[in-house]
Each structure stands twice: as C-alpha cells, then as structure tokens.
C-alpha cells in the first residue's frame, strides 16, 4: 500500500512537472503575442471608458417655439441653483403669480418666496423681470 501511494506521488508531480514545463515553454515562444494582446485589451477597456467620459453632452437640446434651445448646464452649475428653484423661475417665467407657483408645485406660498428671494440673490437681481431676462442670457429658460 506505501509503493501504491508513493507510485502515486511521484507520478502526480511528474505530471505536474512536465504540465509546468510546457508552459513555460509555451510563454516563452508566444510571449510577445500574449503580452501584446492584454495590453490591446487594457488600452481597449482604457479608451472605451475614457471616450465615453469625454464626449459626454453637456448640453440638451429642447425644441422651444421651432428652435432649439440649448440649456446651459455649466451656468447652471456655477449659480449654484437647486432644481426647485429652477422650476420656480420656469414659472415666474410664464408670468405666473406666487400664489399660482405654490398652487402648481403643492408647497406654500412663503417657500415660492423663499426660492424666489434665493433666486434673485443667486442671480444678483432685484425684480421677477430681470431674473427672466438674466437666465435668459445665461440660457437657463427658453
């Protein structure tokens, strides 16, 4: 029973010893390709990524009255506005009173002039009228 077993031994590392040798003999004669090949892989997964990170919009494109109107992101970034203001301005934008914008967004009326006093801080204006025209310009509304 010991010869069985040690038979046994030494022809598994025998077997394991020969498998090694091919392959290290099959790196040795196809290294370059097996090397050019993950790194084709890595700069592939590496530009995929990349090429979607970059070419990105940054824009989106509204049609508004048969034109397109491009809103500007960055602007939108850089003011620091919050979605509900923005949606605040919409309205304002449509003439709309506060009380109407507090009716349409189901919130009271002292958070519309809230967002609103915010507005015009972050817009740095004064009146609903030359918040309208200064997002306006900034591409903020259509």
Do not use: C
Request: charged share 25%.
């Amino acid at each position: 029973m010991k010869r069985l077993i040690l038979y046994g031994v030494i022809l598994g590392f025998s077997i394991a010893l020969l498998k090694f040798i091919e392959y290290r003999y099959m790196i040795l004669d196809h290294a370059v390709e097996i090397y050019g090949g993950i790194v084709a892989l890595l700069f592939t997964a590496l530009g995929i990524w990349a090429g979607g990170k970059l070419t990105k919009p940054k824009t989106v494109e509204v049609p508004v009255n048969g034109h397109a109107f491009e809103f500007n992101e960055k602007n939108f970034e850089k003011l620091g506005l919050s979605k509900r203001e923005l949606e605040v301005l919409e309205l304002i934008a449509l003439g709309l009173s506060n009380q109407e914008i507090a009716d349409k967004l189901f919130v009271s009326i002292n958070t519309v002039k809230t967002h609103s006093s915010n507005l015009f801080a972050k817009l740095d204006v004064k009146r609903r009228t030359e918040a309208i025209q200064k997002a306006r310009m900034l591409q903020l509304i259509s």
